[in-house]
């Protein structure tokens, strides 16, 4: 074990870290999932300077190309209200987004600072924070977002609010299986002896041993929580309109099929690109770290 004090990296850790970076590098559909993933972030960060009508995403009304079909001028079509559905499909990606940003940056660190007390500690720490997690997983996560969503008003922090408040789970159960683990590793016990603190132990010696399950899940996670978040704006408790939401565009133009078939499609092929995007990326560093989630 390192010295409290030391900070150099040794070069098995150098080579380690290497040799992940290479196993990725040679995974191609790591790389694919690396470049849609940019490629949706892209799109959100620039969205008001790449959507081709801007002004669509928010009160634009032009009745005269309401359902315009797919053409040169709007290359995936218009809504019921002529707004073009391909800018707002960009803008759509802010609210994915940003829903993704918001849960996971509630649940990872609560589920993660559980799962560390519970596997550290042990005793009646682990008993209470294991328990408690098995109650709240066995709360459908839907149901429960349903439940909080119908309660409350439709607003992008209420969506984050409702999903994260079953999410941090998962977290915590898979950084307790490993924080267990590591915990009654040598070098932790010989950390202990050197009179570390716990906070240290917890922060410095088992929480690193954690730090690749966890990205390895945070990343899954995001495609799940984009296709969690269009599923409760497609229900209508997502977002307040206009306000562009992948889920809520193809709950309105399911009322217009068969004819109006772009309203749905294009709407859902965003949402089915950001979903794979980040579940290829999240493949690529599984492989990449070698660990199972």
């Not at 609560?110 to 550290?120: D, E, K, P, Q």
């Not at 429960?144 to 999410?167: D, E, K, P, R």
Request: with cysteine.
């Amino acid at each position: 074990m390192a010295s409290l004090g030391e900070t150099a990296i040794s070069p098995e850790i150098l080579t380690a870290r290497r040799m992940a970076w290479l196993r990725f590098r040679s995974n191609p559909v790591a790389l694919l999932g690396a470049f849609m993933v940019l490629s949706v972030v892209f799109c959100a960060l620039f969205a008001p300077f790449i959507a081709p009508y801007p002004e669509d995403a928010g009160n634009m009304i032009d009745f005269a190309t309401r359902h315009s079909a797919p053409s040169a001028e709007h290359w995936a079509g218009t809504d019921k209200v002529g707004r073009d559905i391909l800018s707002r499909v960009i803008f759509g990606f802010q609210v994915s987004l940003l829903l993704v940003v918001g849960v996971l940056g509630l649940a990872v660190p609560v589920g993660a600072a559980l799962g560390l007390a519970a596997g550290y500690f042990g005793g009646w720490t682990e008993f209470l924070i294991t328990g408690f997690t098995n109650v709240m997983l066995a709360i459908p996560p839907l149901v429960m977002a349903l439940a909080v969503g119908s309660v409350l008003s439709q607003t992008l922090v209420n969506a984050m609010f409702a999903i994260a408040l079953l999410w941090w789970t998962w977290h915590a159960r898979l950084v307790y299986r490993v924080a267990k683990s590591v915990a009654a590793e040598d070098f932790v016990e010989a950390a202990r002896l050197a009179g570390a603190s716990h906070m240290h132990i917890l922060l410095r010696e088992i929480l690193p041993n954690c730090v690749a399950v966890i990205s390895v899940k945070t990343t899954l996670d995001a495609a799940f929580v984009i296709l969690f978040g269009a599923t409760l704006s497609f229900l209508g408790l997502g977002v307040r309109p206009p306000t562009p939401d992948l889920g809520s565009m193809v709950a309105d133009g399911r009322q217009f099929l068969p004819e109006m078939w772009w309203g749905v499609l294009f709407p859902a092929l965003g949402i089915f690109y950001a979903t794979l995007a980040f579940n290829l990326l999240g493949d690529g560093l599984r492989d990449m770290f070698d660990v199972e989630v």
